[in-house]
């Protein structure tokens, strides 16, 4: 760079050799070549940390051509170059930088659509292209997401891109153990015996306790006073007596009420009779059954 020209602006040839005569110094084309100004502010030319030089040659419109070229990249790297037109006012000398080509953001045609699917719900929905990559940012720790698990629940973001919830906990039903989340559905569960599911919903646990004595009558499970015994499903049968997903099943059966103190069951109600002297021989607390 010749010492004539200053760094700051660009000046006309022909006002630049003047400049170098005044200054003892005669600025030579033929050995030195095109005047090459160091560009260190931004304002001036493309955006930089690191000094630039700009290459010029004059147009048929009277500007100037010129290609900044960066002297040191900001990582050590290789020089980058950008194209673009530069005109000198006659009256300060000053250049301006126009861009033609390279110079401008990246636009969503360089990532070949808009930014707009990012990797999970806990990235913001829209994103910036870069190069020709969208970049997202991910959201805060408390913002809700779904995690794609059927079997957690109150999912939220971590603040890097994640999402995660609590597993659920599967109550255990009524007369039941055991049991996990399966497909988002509690399942897995076992009845404690004597007790079955005879309606199919864990909801309510298992419900019926089966082949014990003394569990219900004609209004159905009852087993502080009834003197029939539970099964599941139905039967046709003149001593069962169906309540949709069990039946109670009626025979004779005897019952110690206290000390030389029985009571039989009633046929027609399911019930027991009230104590009376008696005793009740091979029908105490008779399982009845089909």
Do not use: R
């Not at 110094?25 to 000094?51: F, L, N, R, W």
Request: hydrophobic share 25%.
């Amino acid at each position: 760079m010749s010492p004539c020209i200053s760094s700051a602006t660009l000046l006309p040839l022909s006002l630049s050799l003047l400049l170098g005569c005044a200054l003892g110094e005669q600025y030579d084309s033929a050995t030195k070549g095109p005047a090459k100004p160091t560009i260190s502010s931004a304002a001036d030319g493309p955006d930089s940390d690191t000094d630039m030089e700009m290459d010029t040659d004059e147009t048929s419109e009277g500007g100037t051509e010129a290609t900044w070229v960066t002297s040191e990249s900001q990582s050590g790297g290789d020089a980058t170059s950008d194209s673009g037109e530069v005109t000198t006012s006659p009256a300060t000398g000053n250049a301006t930088w126009t861009t033609s080509s390279g110079s401008g953001p990246t636009t969503d045609d360089d990532c070949g659509g808009p930014c707009d699917t990012p990797p999970s719900d806990c990235y913001d929905a829209i994103g910036e292209c870069s190069g020709s990559e969208c970049l997202y940012y991910p959201l805060g720790s408390d913002a809700a997401c779904d995690d794609g698990d059927p079997c957690t629940e109150a999912d939220v973001c971590d603040g890097d891109g994640g999402c995660a919830g609590a597993v659920i906990e599967c109550a255990t039903p009524p007369h039941a153990s055991g049991g996990s989340c399966v497909d988002g559905a509690c399942t897995g569960f076992a009845c404690e015996d004597p007790w079955e599911n005879c309606d199919g919903d864990w909801g309510n646990g298992c419900e019926v306790p089966t082949g014990i004595a003394n569990q219900c009558d004609v209004n159905g499970l009852n087993p502080d006073g009834g003197c029939w015994t539970a099964y599941c499903g139905s039967l046709n049968d003149p001593k069962a007596h169906n309540f949709g997903d069990f039946y109670c099943y009626d025979c004779s059966t005897c019952h110690q009420a206290g000390e030389g103190m029985v009571q039989w069951c009633n046929h027609d109600t399911g019930n027991w009779y009230p104590p009376e002297p008696n005793s009740c021989g091979m029908w105490l607390d008779l399982v009845c059954a089909p």
